[in-house]
């Protein structure tokens, strides 16, 4: 398999299209003022992170992607925020930091990126030696709707959308579509995402195309899953307005060792 470009060495692209789910910077932005101190995991360019640290908590990212994470030093910098904010180039699969943090988050379904069991668990199981004896990991999946993943399917396991389009600033627009190829058997679907930018009367500048990888996980297969690696569940939460649970929706699941 050729090597392909992934929607994280592309952060421009990333921060255009990838808004979050509604209220989440909100919620975590309260836990970690609580929680004063907080570890972010898969911190991206910072859409999350910057919020905490404007709540006023010191905040710690780890992201795998050199690109994301300029991005987030970069913002961190305009945003004055430097004194709040350290930033660690690492892979949450395997983290060592010399301290326990009160709060841990992941946030916007970064743990999907954990296509296989051995990974998802080493995740959990570092998170637990990460955390103080009272101190919470929250973490935002989305709940797989079997209705959307039905319909959209077809037998090869195929489906597209139109992800957005976004006005640039000569006028002129990017647009966004998605190619997924799910894999039921695995639980994970491969999305390519095609970019397209547009100049002022509608002509093609550049086509580009970015991939990422994402597992879905039920409800029950989470509780397994936490207990397995020592995690206690606290709460399970249908939205970032403290919703309860329902199919389809968000899983926003709080944790305690
Ligand atoms: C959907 S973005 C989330 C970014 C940010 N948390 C937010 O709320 O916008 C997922 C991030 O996970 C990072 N990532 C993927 N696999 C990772 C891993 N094994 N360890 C650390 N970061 C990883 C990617 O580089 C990307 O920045």
């Not at 911190?43 to 010191?58: E, Q, S």
């Not at 983290?95 to 379904?109: C, D, E, G, W």
């Not at 991939?211 to 690696?229: A, D, G, I, K, N």
């Not at 329902?246 to 305690?256: A, D, L, M, N, P």
Request: glycine share 8%; aromatic share 10%.
């Amino acid at each position: 398999m050729t090597p392909r470009d992934t929607l994280y060495d592309s952060p421009d692209l990333y921060d255009m299209f990838s808004t979050g789910v509604a209220g989440d910077t909100e919620y975590f932005a309260r836990l970690a003022a609580k929680a004063g101190r907080v570890l972010e995991l898969a911190c991206g360019t910072g859409r999350t992170l910057i919020p905490m640290a404007r709540a006023g908590a010191r905040v710690t990212g780890v992201d795998l992607a050199p690109d994301m994470l300029k991005a987030c030093h970069d913002k961190v910098e305009t945003a004055g925020l430097q004194r709040k904010v350290t930033l660690f180039k690492g892979d949450m699969r395997r983290f060592a930091l010399k301290q326990a943090f009160p709060l841990i988050v992941i946030p916007y379904r970064a743990f999907q990126h954990l296509l296989d069991v051995r990974d998802q668990r080493a995740c959990l199981e570092h998170c637990r030696e990460h955390l103080t004896r009272q101190g919470r990991l929250v973490v935002n999946l989305f709940d797989p709707n079997l209705h959307l993943m039905a319909a959209n399917l077809n037998s090869h396991g195929n489906a597209s959308r139109r992800v957005g389009e976004v006005n640039t600033p000569e006028g002129g627009r990017i647009t966004a579509t998605a190619h997924r190829t799910a894999c039921a058997e695995e639980q994970y679907f491969v999305d390519d995402w095609v970019f397209e930018k547009f100049d002022k009367q509608g002509q093609s500048q550049w086509r580009k195309s970015r991939v990422f990888s994402m597992r879905y996980f039920f409800r029950y297969e989470m509780e397994h899953l936490f207990e397995l690696c020592g995690l206690r569940i606290e709460k399970l939460e249908g939205g970032f307005k403290g919703q309860p649970y329902r199919h389809g929706g968000e899983q926003i699941w709080t944790v305690r060792r």
